[in-house]
Nanobody
Framework: QVQLQESGSGLVKPSQTLSLTCTVS??????????WSWIRQPPGKGLEWMGA???????YYSPSLKSRTSISRDTSKNQFTLQLSSVTLEDTDVYYC???????????RGQGTQVTVYS
């Protein structure tokens, strides 16, 4: 069974860069034909898809976040990483990583990690 675990700084100041890592076990991030995504959920709101890195290494981003988002991977560690730059208080959310065969879908998801932007 595939397991995903988010890790990273839970507290970030405005204008800084948020960095989170998703560690995957039970399956390789290079396995055809999966997408590995980052999503977030603001308090009291629905999930927002942020972007993904494919099994091939290709990346895809939400148009609304593209200018601030970077997703990369370390295949030797079976990890992929999210960087969100120039954060504001509105980036305070629970962040999740997940796996899917289609962008925006998932069959496995991590437990999520709270990130708070504080001034």
């Amino acid at each position: 069974q595939v397991q995903l675990q988010e890790s990273g700084s839970g507290l970030v100041k405005p204008s800084q860069t948020l960095s989170l890592t998703c560690t995957v076990s039970g399956g390789s991030i290079t396995t055809n034909y999966y997408f590995w995504s980052w999503i977030r959920q603001p308090p009291g709101k629905g999930l927002e898809w942020m972007g993904a890195i494919a099994y091939s290494g290709s990346t895809y981003y939400s148009p609304s976040l593209k200018s601030r988002t970077s997703i990369s991977r370390d295949t030797s560690k079976n990890q992929f990483t999210l960087q969100l730059s120039s954060v504001t208080l509105e980036d305070t959310d629970v962040y999740y990583c997940d796996r899917g065969k289609v962008l925006g879908s998932n069959d496995y998801r991590g437990q999520g990690t709270q990130v708070t932007v504080y001034s």
